[in-house]
């Protein structure tokens, strides 16, 4: 098993930023790579990006590519997103997930365990 807390999310004007973290417990961390998804109200999870295992390699969604950035620091079982240049479109609930099937840190459905989410607002 696997336990995902995020935090950090929050209420920020359009062209700010906020760093989000997830914490993670349940097994060794640096052994499966984590994602970011986020929902926004009446739309499908989105896929944000996703990180490998050791933190070498990232991928990310067309829409976040350039202003979001996902790290990790194994040594503290916590992942990062940090966001930049916010626009009211990033409006959602952000969740951190880890896939603990394979080591693919690309592919969304790939993930199988899954925060509560935090809530990013972004006024115009």
């Known amino acids: 098993q696997v336990q995902l807390v995020e935090s950090g999310g929050g209420l920020v004007r359009a062209g700010g930023s906020l760093r989000l973290s997830c914490v993670v417990s349940?097994?060794?961390?640096?052994?499966?790579?984590m994602g970011w998804f986020r929902q926004a109200p009446g739309k499908d999870r989105e896929f944000v990006g996703g990180i490998s295992k050791n933190g070498g390699f990232t991928s990310y969604a067309d829409s976040v590519k350039g202003r979001f950035t996902i790290s990790r620091d194994n040594a503290k079982n916590t992942v990062y997103l940090q966001t930049n240049s916010l626009r009211p479109e990033d409006t959602a609930v952000y969740f951190c997930?880890?896939?603990?099937?394979?080591?693919?840190?690309?592919?969304?459905?790939?993930?199988?365990?899954w925060g509560q989410g935090t809530q990013v607002t972004v006024s115009s």
């Open positions: 997930a880890a896939n603990t099937y394979d080591t693919t840190w690309s592919v969304s459905t790939r993930y199988n365990y």
């Open positions: 349940g097994r060794t961390f640096s052994t499966y790579p």
